[in-house]
T-cell receptor, first 112, second 111 residues
């Protein structure tokens, strides 16, 4: 039973398209995150939601818009995709206290 | 500004050897220091973590050493095995629970 599941696992799309990535967690966590991992493996936080409220919004282009319909789900919509958006996007979740995150298996986005 | 600096970038160790990865942080408000292990095609997985009130934590073959005054912490993998070959990330967080990651270390353990 997957704890943090992301769909799709792979996404290949053309420049200028709009795409969405979905994430769901069944751990009862109250905080969810989106991280971007670039080609050099660097992990950078993009957004965080706590109980459906946006609490972290790093310097990310406005083309990226997260949505959290409830505390178990966090989606990421990307408009007007660019070549530089190609990366692996990870969803993660945790409790809102010091402790480890549980990561999903990632969505590899390739913009051609 | 890179708040968590990790070294080395890559590491090759013989089976049975000790792997050591180091991290340094700048923000004194950080109070939670985890290490993550990532295999190709998978998400990072929590390996071991430490808080600044202790100087060392051991779980099996994995040990974190923490030096609060130097703002440094390190991961030691004893008796390294080929199955330990992965990318390792140190991280740190403070009151906002946002994890800031180091740039990662690619560990290769040769049989």
């Amino acid at each position: 039973d997957t704890a943090v599941s992301q769909t799709p696992k792979y996404l290949v799309t053309q420049m200028g398209n709009d795409k969405s990535i979905k994430c769901e967690q069944n751990l009862g966590h109250d905080t969810m995150y989106w991280y971007k991992q670039d080609s050099k493996k660097f992990l950078k936080i993009m957004f965080s939601y706590n109980n459906k409220e946006l609490i972290i919004n790093e310097t990310v282009p406005n083309r990226f818009s997260p949505k959290s319909p409830d505390k178990a789900h966090l989606n990421l919509h990307i408009n007007s995709l660019e070549l530089g958006d190609s990366a692996v996007y990870f969803c993660a979740s945790s409790f809102s206290k010091p402790g480890g995150y549980t990561f999903g298996s990632g969505t590899r986005l390739t913009v051609v | 500004q890179q708040q968590v600096k990790q070294s080395p970038q890559s590491l090759i160790v013989q089976k049975g050897g000790i792997s050591i990865i180091n991290c340094a942080y700048e923000n004194t408000a950080f109070d939670y220091f985890p290490w993550y292990q990532q295999f190709p095609g998978k998400g990072p997985a929590l390996l071991i973590a430490i808080r600044p009130d202790v100087s060392e934590k051991k779980e099996g073959r994995f040990t974190i050493s923490f030096n609060k005054s130097a703002k440094q912490f390190s991961l030691h993998i004893m008796d390294s095995q080929p199955g330990d070959s992965a990318t390792y990330f140190c991280a740190a967080s403070g009151s906002n629970y946002k994890l800031t990651f180091g740039k990662g270390t690619l560990l290769t353990v040769n049989p």
